[in-house]
């Protein structure tokens, strides 16, 4: 066993692989659940210390959201949207411990334009919202980084 081999070893450390196919496999039943309920269906694939990831489907735009302790990173994979960020939440409501959610962003400061293959990272405790063009739809892997305490 190598130097690095023993050492990943040793700290129970892992290396994750997500392929395109596995990815699309894991999409199916989100696609579902969007379709039946708000348009909007995600899962955490994977917990690590202070980061996890997740795969998430859009159909439908989506409200304004704040995650005060965590950062977004999003790897558009299919689809277009725009994302509003900055500005406020409209009608914050607190839907667990550091994560808020309204009906939209208010007099957002940046909109920014994704599509397949863009990376695009919102930092922790920054309004956003993705709006999607009609009938349109997006998938993205997800990169949640612990940013503050």
Not at 29 to 57: H, I, N, R
């Amino acid at each position: 066993m190598g130097l690095v081999a023993a050492s990943i070893a040793a700290h129970g450390q892992q290396v994750d692989k997500y392929s395109a196919d596995a990815l699309g496999e894991q999409l199916k039943p989100l696609v579902t659940k969007a379709a039946a309920g708000s348009g909007s269906a995600s899962e955490t694939l994977q917990k690590y210390g202070v980061d996890y990831t997740m795969l998430a489907f859009r159909s439908k735009s989506g409200g304004g959201e704040v995650h005060e302790k965590f950062a977004d990173i999003f790897i558009v994979m299919e689809g277009k949207a725009t994302l509003l960020s900055g500005g406020e939440l409209e009608n914050p409501a607190t839907s667990s411990p550091g994560e808020l959610y309204g009906t939209s962003v208010l007099h957002p400061v940046q909109t920014t334009m994704l599509e397949k293959g863009d990376i695009v990272h919102i930092p922790a405790n920054t309004p956003h919202q993705m709006l999607l063009p009609k009938d349109g739809s997006i998938t993205y892997f997800v990169v949640k980084v612990k940013e503050k305490n």
